[in-house]
């Protein structure tokens, strides 16, 4: 076994190991046992991603293992948006009075549901088959639910039962689509689902496709693109915010990922422009649903949920476009947004502690009452829309001229129209957000806002790096090693 | 629907030709056996003072049942099963599960909707030319039972806080 094998196996069990423990142990040492065990992982996952990334012509592929340069980017992202989440939850169990559980088991079911869902994203990325894939992204869902549920209101109750119903009726789809290919792979059966065995596959172009469109629409459903995105604003809206942020800035992508990896095995058999038509026409269809809802005047979260929307849309284009310079806009996009998104999430707690409204209304004048508190939500909302210097205006550039490189000029000019009327959303949201007008609030301090400030500001340093680095990204060896993928 | 796995587990202990493949049947028979038994208890410990009003008359939704169920298996080309009569039984089982969580607005259908399809897949698993992988059964149990035991614990919830399993009731947020 190598050392990033090694690595590898090391990073999935310590989150899995740290729940277990977390499950047991006495409530008193729970929030320090859950802060000391999130260090491991993290650092686990960056070095993973850095080897990755250094060396992205040199790939890990084995049956069950893979360690290459798209997995790298999402297991960067997950490890610091998981290390955040654990960071930032103390506040908002501190706020947050309902439970799902017993108050007496709160804490412990808490942070050990968190480090599982945790786990089990941690290894989505480095899973070598098809089949293990579908199982992991299986998994998130018991354990995700579970969180999206975990406040115990009604409304909460409502979205997790939503995310449950429908993502798991989604994956049974995906299953069919799954078990369709399995039938036809020379190697045999559902173990010889291997990501490179699946270009060898057999049985006809027709029923790849067939197959194809089954395993996307179920991984739709579990990624939120539209039309199949109902449970997303729901259950972002009303998880724990530490928990929205993981599920929009880790699992969404994630699944992303194994839709990538899916098209990128299956565009040998089915044919490549085929492949990528399907991911452009999900993509749109996202942008074009959410726009939308971004000129609405929108509860914080839901508003946040419905940009998830619109950039797994995005991202789901960049990977359609194939070309270098949108591979190069997707690898960027996917972390300036996990970025963006996770602080966006982040401020809600101390958010919805200044003003307890905010849960079910939109707010204004935040910045009025609590400078600090709307400077990170400001951040957030301009990193989000595109307005420049954000990484996400350079993603969302590059994406677009991809399109047009690629040779889909509709395409891509619908991409810059829907990206264009998204901005002007989002920019009159955070005008009204940060400095609109402003009730009379109470002042007096507010749980987590030092936690969500420090959060900002090295947000604004990574965001700054990533700007500035995605003039070097096309034509690099990672934008070749991402065109390439597992074969 | 426990009847229903319990057939293919059958179905699979005839077809068995290794241990891997008994363990998968194993993995099968386990998860209808404690699906049924936290049902069973769920329905138990959350008695209904009056049943769950279906949102479709039963005719209506027999009647989509089977128009979906045609419409799959019209859509979807051969599949590469060993029996083409096993593939549109396959098809058949999965329109009817993703119509009965659908149109059904007990919460407990919804789950049940869940499970057929599931055992739709287990069928299609069988009837694989070259078999399933024992390990990735075993998976697909152990996912089926964690998702159904978060499913209880929603129910009850659900059930504590609305008074009643209707689906209705969960329908306050929109936008």
């Known amino acids: 076994m190598t050392s990033r094998e090694l690595l590898a196996l090391a990073l999935i069990a310590l989150p899995a190991l740290a729940a277990l423990l977390l499950l047991v142990a006495p409530s008193g040492v729970v929030p320090g046992l859950a802060r000391l065990a999130a260090l491991p992982p993290a650092a686990l996952a960056l070095t993973l991603s850095a080897l990755a990334l250094t060396a992205p012509s040199e790939p890990l592929i084995g049956d069950w293992l893979v ?4 997995g790298g980017l999402l297991l960067g992202v997950i490890g610091l ?43 989505v990325p480095l899973v070598g088959n098809l089949g293990a894939a579908w199982l992991l992204v299986e998994a998130t869902t018991a354990a995700s639910a579970l969180l999206v549920g975990f406040g115990g209101t009604p409304r909460a109750l409502e979205a997790g ?46 029923t790849a496709l067939g197959a194809y469109l089954l395993l996307l629409a179920g991984l739709a459903a579990k990624i939120g693109l539209a039309p199949v995105h109902n449970w997303l604003p729901d259950a972002h809206s009303e998880a724990p915010p530490p928990v929205s942020a993981l599920l929009s800035a880790a699992l969404l992508p994630a699944v992303l990922l194994v839709a990538w990896r899916c098209q990128q095995a299956l565009a040998p058999v089915v044919g490549e422009q085929t492949t990528q038509t399907v991911l452009i026409a999900f ?105 420049p210097p954000s990484p996400l205006f350079v993603s969302e550039v590059l994406i677009v001229a991809g399109g047009f490189e690629a040779g889909h000029p509709w395409a891509a000019s619908a991409t810059a129209l829907l990206v264009a009327l998204g901005f002007l959303g989002l920019a009159h949201a955070l005008i009204e957000t940060t400095v609109g007008d402003s009730p009379p609030r109470e002042p007096g301090r507010v749980a ?31 934008v070749d090693a991402l065109r390439r993928g597992l074969s | 629907m426990t009847a229903q796995a319990l057939l293919l587990v059958g179905f699979a202990l005839q077809k068995a030709e290794s241990s891997g493949d008994i363990l998968a049947a194993g993995a099968l028979a386990l998860r209808a056996l404690v699906l049924a038994g936290l049902f069973f208890l769920l329905v138990s410990r959350t008695r209904s003072v009056r049943p769950v009003r279906a949102r479709v008359a039963p ?33 058949a089982l999965v329109a009817f599960g993703i119509a009965t969580a659908a149109l059904r607005r007990a919460t407990l259908f919804q789950v049940i909707g ?57 329908r306050t947020l929109r936008d």
């Open chain 1, 67 to 70: 360690l290459d340069a798209a």
């Open chain 1, 81 to 123: 948006v998981g290390l955040a989440s654990v960071l930032v939850s103390p506040a908002y169990l501190a706020t947050s009075s309902t439970s799902l559980v017993s108050p007496e088991r709160r804490q412990g079911i808490y942070y050990a549901t968190l480090y599982l869902f945790w786990a089990i994203l941690l290894a």
């Open chain 1, 161 to 206: 039962w939503k995310y449950l119903v429908l993502t798991t009726l989604g994956l049974g789809v995906a299953l069919l689509g799954i078990v369709m290919l399995a039938a036809g792979i020379p190697a045999g059966g559902l173990g010889g689902l291997t990501w490179h065995e699946l270009s060898t596959y057999s049985g006809g172009s027709e």
């Open chain 1, 283 to 387: 993509g749109l269809g996202s942008l074009a649903v959410a726009v939308p809802f971004l000129w609405r005047s929108l509860p914080w979260k839901r508003l946040l949920a419905y940009s998830s929307l619109e950039h797994m849309g995005v991202i789901a284009l960049g990977i359609g476009f194939g070309s270098p310079l949108a591979l190069a806009g997707v690898a960027i996009h996917i972390v300036a947004h996990a970025v963006a998104k996770a602080l966006g999430f982040y401020a809600a707690t101390p958010l919805l502690g200044h003003e307890p409204q905010a849960g079910e209304h939109p707010v204004t004048g935040i910045a009025r009452s609590k400078p600090l508190l709307g400077a990170s939500m400001g951040i957030s909302l301009a990193a989000l829309s595109g307005l």
């Open chain 1, 448 to 478: 987590g806002l030092r936690g969500v400030t420090a959060v900002a500001c090295i947000s604004v340093v990574l965001m700054l790096i990533l700007a500035a680095s995605a003039v070097m990204l096309p034509g690099s060896e990672l």
């Open chain 2, 59 to 91: 005719l209506a939704r027999a009647g989509i049942a089977l128009a979906l169920a045609l419409a799959l298996t019209w859509l979807v080309p051969v599949i590469g099963l060993d029996s083409r009569d096993a593939e549109r039984g396959v098809l």
């Open chain 2, 114 to 170: 869940i499970v057929l399809v599931e055992n739709a897949l287990a069928l299609a698993a069988l009837q694989l030319p070259s078999g399933g992988a024992v390990a990735i059964e075993l998976g697909v149990a152990l996912d089926l039972i964690l998702v159904a035991l978060v499913a209880v614990v929603f129910y009850e919830r659900i059930f504590a806080e609305f008074g009643t399993a209707d689906s209705a009731t969960l």
